[in-house]
């Protein structure tokens, strides 16, 4: 399992978390039990490296975004005003642990494990938090793009 994470991902303690988040899941009260559960494993491990991509894209994309407003004084207006108001947006809607989750992720550049020493919670925890801040990034991006059309 966490050589086909590695293979996924190009990441050790990314790797580490995501099969730890597998079994982790294994933990929680559900009505099926696999039949297979080599199989169960290596499925859930492969779907979690591809959402953990997926989340590092709209992380990537949001960090161009965002870098490039900061550089490029010339942008548009319109561009402008969609960058003002992710920001507004994460600051009213995202909960402030998610967002300084969020920020020492991607603004600061730290490690999963790195962000969970210094905020005293597990790394789990901090990929639930990206992972919350994501989704309702995503949400509020497909709402401005209707928006803007």
Known sequence: MLN?????????EESRDVVSEVF??????????????EGYLMTSVRHRCL??????????????????????????????????????????????????????????GLKYQEIADRMGISRVMVYKHLAQATEQLKGYISRQNKLWR
Do not use: W
């Not at 086909?4 to 050790?12: I, S, V």
């Not at 590092?56 to 402008?80: G, N």
């Open 51 to 108: 959402d953990l991509l997926e989340h590092k894209d709209v992380h990537a994309r949001f960090e161009q975004a965002y870098t490039q407003s900061l550089d490029d004084k010339t942008s548009s207006e319109e561009d402008d005003d969609l960058l003002d108001g992710l920001m507004t947006f994460m600051k009213r809607e995202l909960k402030p642990q998610t967002l300084l989750v969020f920020k020492m992720r991607h603004i600061d």
């Open 4 to 12: 086909l994470a590695r293979c996924l991902l190009y990441d050790e």
């Open 24 to 37: 982790a899941s294994l933990l929680k009260p559900t009505m099926l039990t696999p039949s297979n559960i």
